[in-house]
């Protein structure tokens, strides 16, 4: 296991440094989005003024408060609670998060599926995982809301974050086929083999 002090964007070889159980905290720009962002991205056509390209993106959909912009409040939000959503149901946009923006980490909860596995396998990227209930804790890493696209689709709207110390994250998937989950999927069947066999209990 190692730790990285990352600043997005990243390279592709940065990216692919990355192994499952390392840890990994975020310096500078992260992205904001969630369900309806990408529905419209990639769905409807619709396109960001936002360069991705080599930065990391977090499954939100932020509580903010709107405020007079500022330099403590650039994009006229402050920022209330930022929390992380459930990253399966965003499962089919990671390939195209990553060819179509060049997107190289994504965070959330509870993990991805094989298609994203292999996405970051091919193209170079990670899964970062956080801890569901901490939003109090991560609210605290973001420093301001830079800017904000898409907007009209207002909470789950596109946000650039400025973030320092955010982290540390848990890489939970890779770009050589590693998976926390399917890891923890396989011990659980294995326990479950043992114990039923303990019972007596064919299967």
Not at 34 to 40: F, G, L, P, S, V
Not at 63 to 89: E, F, H, M, W
Not at 90 to 105: D, I, N, S
Request: proline share 4%; aromatic share 6%.
């Amino acid at each position: 296991m190692a730790h990285h002090e990352l600043s997005p964007p990243l390279s592709e070889a940065q990216a692919r440094a990355l192994r499952v159980n390392d840890t990994v905290t975020l310096n500078g720009t992260l992205y904001g989005i969630r369900d309806a962002t990408q529905i419209h991205m990639f769905d409807r056509g619709r396109k960001t003024r936002f360069d991705l390209s080599g930065h990391a993106v977090i499954h939100t959909a932020p509580n903010v408060k709107q405020v007079a912009r500022s330099a403590r409040c650039p994009a006229g939000y402050l920022p209330a609670c930022i929390g992380t959503t459930t990253s399966d149901r965003m499962e089919r946009f990671t390939r195209p998060l990553m060819a179509q923006y060049g997107v190289r980490l994504v965070i959330g909860k509870g993990g991805l599926r094989d298609e994203s596995l292999q996405a970051l396998r091919e193209l170079g990227g990670a899964y970062l995982a956080i801890i569901g209930g901490a939003a109090a804790l991560e609210t605290t890493w973001v420093e301001a809301i830079e800017d904000v696209d898409l907007d009209d689709l207002h909470p789950e709207s596109l946000w650039k974050f400025r973030v320092r110390g955010f982290g540390p994250l848990v890489v939970a998937m890779d770009s050589h086929g590693g998976s926390l989950y399917a890891q923890v999927k396989s011990d659980s069947h294995g326990r479950r083999a043992k114990a039923l066999a303990s019972l007596g209990v064919k299967t």
